[in-house]
């Protein structure tokens, strides 16, 4: 089974505006993180966030929000107020502790920001 | 503040060559990792390192081999290069505590003939 699943290949959001990108895990273990990546066109790898399994507060960094929905097993992506440069590759990861701190990534999200 | 350096960057192999993608970290992170990253699989990990002299396979581990002498070092080797090894290479590493996030080099993007 898939331990990150990303649902959605390509996203389009108009400039401005808010878009959620969605994220689902699989695991049984009771400690883990749950993190966001951006990966430009240029290639390189930018962390966004970080969400632990026993935070009892949603994530925020900026523009990023992780709507974290542990019964649900969700780990969303906000971003508000899109900007043209929010144009990436968006990926899901966690890291289980009980797997010796792995980190499994979902597929990825094409996010495009229309002007 | 070099963080996670690999090179080459850019690699053109013809199949049954071998060759080393080399990876080095200054952050003293125990945890090194390499994956490889393909149109619509994400990263995949090929082999990972909890600590100097400590290596064990991930998910795709065939054809690549490993070895972790020292903290700083983890290079990924290809034994004999084949047309589905090619792929964008990413070495990472992380601290391994609770909020530690993964750290990237800059990608290895290999081409197999």
């Known amino acids: 089974a898939q331990k990150i699943t990303q649902t959605q290949p390509g996203m389009f959001v108009q400039e401005k505006e808010a878009v959620t990108l969605d994220c689902t895990y699989d695991?049984?273990?009771?400690?883990?993180?749950l993190f966001w990546y951006k990966q430009p066109s240029s290639g390189e790898m930018i962390f966004l966030i970080y969400?632990?399994?026993?935070?009892?507060q949603n994530a925020t960094e900026g523009r990023y929000s992780l709507n974290f929905q542990k019964a649900r097993k969700s780990a969303n992506l906000v971003i508000s107020a899109s900007q043209l440069g929010d144009s990436a590759m968006y990926f899901c990861?966690?890291?289980?502790?009980?797997?010796?701190?792995?980190?499994?990534f979902g597929t990825g999200t094409s996010l495009t920001v229309i002007p | 503040n070099a963080g996670v350096t690999q090179t080459p960057k850019f690699q053109v192999l013809k199949t049954g060559q071998s060759m080393t993608l080399q990876c080095a970290q200054d952050m003293n992170h125990e945890y090194m990792s390499w994956y490889r990253q393909d149109p619509g699989m994400g990263l995949r990990l090929i082999h990972y390192?909890?600590?100097?002299?400590?290596?064990d396979q991930g998910e795709v581990p065939n054809g690549y081999n490993v070895s972790r002498s020292t903290t700083e070092d983890f290079p990924l080797r290809l034994l004999s290069a084949a047309p589905s090894q090619t792929s964008v290479y990413f070495c990472a590493s992380h601290s391994g505590g609770p909020t530690g996030e993964l750290f990237f080099g800059e990608g290895s993007r290999l081409t197999v003939l």
């Open positions: 695991t049984s273990d009771p400690s883990y993180g």
């Open positions: 390192s909890v600590g100097a002299g400590i290596t």
């Open positions: 990861a966690m890291r289980e502790t009980n797997t010796g701190n792995q980190f499994y």
């Open positions: 969400q632990g399994s026993y935070d009892q």
